[in-house]
């Protein structure tokens, strides 16, 4: 069993077991003390892990997972050598799922996403944010939020919503002036609808300048939306030090961060959170950990799944996290695990397993959490426990 305590380091057990009552982990430790305190044969359900690993639930923290249409050709396009900014200049990219969004029906948005949180929480993901931001207008992004709600209300995952009208600019739109539309008609109407809990933005050349996002965020806050960033992706634009000025929950992506941003990153108490599966899918350099590990940051890692980084896997990016960024089997687990959820301001213990904290845990295939990044390309995920529910398995249920 690989538990992950509130300081965030990770500790094995042998032969242990866990209980959870009402939704919450009741007691974790030796099989023997636990099951003559919590009788297995009283449970409604009781699970027989013997020679597999236990591991906290994922928590994916950065996801774009509600969107309609393909981009499968843009794939190839790349391979072919296009980069994502020329397909976006084109018209492709975001602003290709724009259009497929805002052409959707509500309820086919809807099932579009319940479908991504099957297959997220097959490979075990147990609490996920998902991002709007593929309506660019405020009907279609109050549409997408909508639809966050609803499938948080439907399906066993809990989703976590952010509003990100500035994600991109809107086709023949001027910056500056779908910033002034973002900040005084879509985000009024974001905070009246109140699903979203964090505003995030796209700082990045091309798109939103360091001020504009400013405003975006600083406007959100105003709404009661915590700030997020997408922060030094292509190029170093300075999203990371807006990120730690303002406060935000998260930075995200950070591929061209420098020591400096890491410092104030840390200084501001910001959760790094980085995305290996973007690079992965980009072909580019992979974001380097180590300025914010070494600093001591929570750092979190994520899927950012999305039309143009198409994974719902959490133990792809732990195994793209450690063989391409060279994290630890350990530090990228807790990055998907207790990371991510404070990356999303989630601070009931999610993404750890100790008494008191809510009762979502994997079951893998394997006898140890590091055979979540070193058998990459299956599926180690064995069962899903979400609040002590059995919500996903093949594994043998001993009782219930």
């Known amino acids: 069993m690989a538990v992950v305590d509130e300081s965030g380091a990770l500790r094995t057990h042998e032969d242990a077991a866990v209980a959870v009552v009402d939704g919450a982990v009741a007691a974790v430790g030796p099989t023997d003390a636990v099951t003559s305190e919590y009788d297995p044969a009283e449970a409604d359900v009781a699970l027989d892990a013997r020679g597999k690993a236990v591991i906290p639930g994922f928590v994916d923290s950065h996801t774009h997972a509600l969107f309609a249409g393909d981009r499968a ?7 072919r050598g296009k980069t994502y900014q020329e397909i976006l200049a084109e018209g492709g990219g975001i602003l290709r799922t724009v259009r497929a969004v805002r052409e959707a029906d ?3 948005l809807l ?13 075990g993901t147990t609490t996920v944010e998902v991002k709007s931001g593929y309506g660019l207008d405020t009907e279609t992004e109050l549409a997408m939020l909508g639809a966050v709600r609803r499938a948080d209300d439907q399906h066993p995952v809990d989703v976590v919503a952010t509003f990100m009208g500035a994600h991109a600019v809107p086709e023949g739109r001027d910056a500056d002036d779908y910033v002034d539309e973002v900040v005084e008609e879509q985000l009024p109407a974001v905070a009246k609808q109140g699903v979203a809990e964090f ?42 030090r807006l990120a730690a000025e303002v406060g935000a929950a998260s930075a995200d992506h950070l591929l061209h961060a420098t020591d400096e941003d890491a410092e104030a990153l840390v200084d501001a108490g910001v959760v790094p959170v980085l995305l290996p ?3 992965f899918s980009l072909g580019a350099d992979y974001a380097d950990p180590d300025p914010f590990l070494d600093r001591g940051a929570p750092v979190a890692v994520a899927t950012d799944l999305n039309p143009n980084c198409y994974s719902q896997s959490m133990p792809f990016a732990v195994a793209l996290a450690c063989v391409g960024m060279g994290m630890t089997p350990a530090e990228a687990l ?14 009931d213990g999610r993404g750890t397993l100790r008494q008191g904290t809510p009762g979502d845990l994997c079951v893998l295939d394997a006898p140890s959490h590091v055979h979540v ?23 043998e249920v001993v009782h219930g």
């Open 73 to 79: 050709d843009e794939f190839a396009a790349k391979l």
């Open 106 to 108: 509500p309820d086919a």
């Open 111 to 123: 099932a579009n996403l319940l479908q991504q949180l099957d297959t997220m929480l097959s490979y």
């Open 199 to 240: 505003c995030d933005v796209f700082c990045e050349e091309g798109v939103f300048s360091v001020e504009g996002s400013r405003r975006v965020l600083e406007a959100g806050r105003e709404h009661g939306l915590t700030p997020k960033v997408h922060a030094e992706e292509f190029v170093h634009l300075g999203g990371a």
């Open 277 to 279: 599966g973007t690079a």
């Open 334 to 347: 807790v990055g998907a695990t207790r990371n991510g959820a404070l990356a999303i301001d989630r601070d």
């Open 373 to 395: 990044p070193y058998n990459f390309g299956v599926n180690p995920v064995e069962a899903v426990l979400k609040d002590g529910r059995l919500v996903h398995g093949r594994t």
